[in-house]
């Protein structure tokens, strides 16, 4: 028992510093930006408790969203192109999501190699500093496991 908790211990150990360094933003300045998000997105963890946005369901729900492959979330109608993208392995790194948010449909293009390939979202992120903030903040919430 007591090799089992030095085990898991350790493996916290390893994991923290893997988890800081995939969120290189800002989360409190993310918790901000994110405001731009909330028309259309929500942050609801497992147990239904909203940790973010005001209950949105235009977007898919973000809790976890770093380190999911794209189109996940059970029961939410994604674009054909996001589902292409992440039957193609898509992950939600932080460089991935950035470059995501900050152009969705031209993202989708260049990541498929699609010239027609579109995305359902409509807004940009106008600002790299903003998006990696939003990351951050959706770290701080919650990594798929």
């Not at 390893?14 to 988890?19: K, N, S």
């Not at 998000?37 to 369901?57: F, K």
């Not at 192109?81 to 152009?103: C, I, M, N, P, Q």
């Not at 998006?131 to 951050?136: L, S």
Request: glycine share 10%; hydrophobic share 40%.
């Amino acid at each position: 028992m007591k090799n089992q908790f030095a085990l898991v211990a350790a493996a916290a150990l390893v994991a923290g510093p893997v988890l800081a360094q995939e969120a290189s933003g800002n989360a409190e300045a993310g918790e901000k930006a994110f405001r731009q998000c909330i028309t259309c997105h929500v942050v609801v963890n497992d147990e239904g408790e909203t940790l973010a946005g005001r209950n949105a369901r235009v977007g898919p729900n973000l809790y976890k969203v770093p380190g999911r492959h794209a189109g996940e979330v059970e029961d939410f109608k994604y674009s054909a192109s996001l589902l292409a993208a992440g039957e193609k392995g898509l992950v939600w790194t932080e460089e991935e999501f950035v470059k995501y948010a900050l152009d969705p449909t031209g993202y989708l293009r260049e990541y498929l190699g699609d010239s027609s390939a579109r995305g359902a979202m409509t807004h940009k992120v106008r600002k790299e500093d903003e998006a990696v903030d939003i990351y951050a903040y959706l770290v701080s919430m919650g990594v798929h496991d």
